[in-house]
């Protein structure tokens, strides 16, 4: 799947959990989260952005890309992930909404190893970078969405875009997040 269409997918999500038409929320505060919204929801954002929403809805509604959530979730039981965001670069476990201090640390000193990545993961940046980021996320976290707000431009533009690092985003739906599957499927469709 291209990259470009997974990050639209994961700005649907963002801008659904935080956003209503298209603005903060005033008084919504990092840590806050606004009520689940429903598929119809999801399905207006859709429309907005300008995606077909006939073959987005059926996308939704057979489940299509419920094996490939759970996969990530999955993946992400076997490396001990509990909460989110969590890190691996180059399988060195970094938990939470971090400042890009952290990271660079990590980075610094994380062993060059080459990270075998799915065929079919998402991926963000040149391939050939000596460090690989793998990053487990939920659409309803606004620990995530911390991170992805203040942390992942500096990244993204430090490390990413300059061929230093690769970003694997994977999906980590928490369970006492009732729209984040629902979400992570939708990102995918």
């Known amino acids: 799947m291209p990259v470009a269409i997974l990050i639209a997918g994961v700005l ?3 801008s659904i959990l935080y956003t209503r038409g298209g603005t903060l929320k005033p008084g919504t505060q990092v840590g806050t989260t606004p009520a689940p919204l429903t ?3 999801t399905v207006a954002w859709a429309k907005k952005i300008g995606l077909n929403t006939k073959e987005f809805s059926a996308c939704l509604e057979a489940g299509t890309y419920a094996d ?4 990530d979730v999955d993946a992400g039981s076997a490396v001990q992930v509990s909460g989110t965001p969590s890190f691996f670069i180059n399988d ?4 939470g ?6 990271f660079r640390k990590v980075i610094a000193s994380a062993p060059k190893k080459t990270i075998a990545i799915l065929p079919d993961d998402h991926v963000l940046g040149d391939m050939s970078a000596q460090v690989t980021i ?3 996320s939920d659409f309803q976290c606004p620990y995530c969405a911390k991170f992805f707000n203040d942390t992942y431009p500096i990244l993204k533009k430090e490390f ?3 061929g230093k690092a690769r970003l694997v985003y994977r999906h980590f739906p928490l369970s006492f997040h009732p729209m984040a ?8 469709c």
Do not use: C, F, N, Q
């Open 12 to 14: 649907i999500a963002g």
């Open 39 to 41: 598929t119809k929801d």
């Open 68 to 71: 490939r959530v759970k996969r």
């Open 92 to 95: 060195v476990p970094l938990v």
């Open 97 to 102: 909404a971090l400042p890009i201090e952290e």
């Open 134 to 136: 793998i990053e487990y």
């Open 160 to 162: 990413i875009d300059t």
């Open 181 to 188: 599957e629902p979400w992570a499927r939708a990102s995918e």
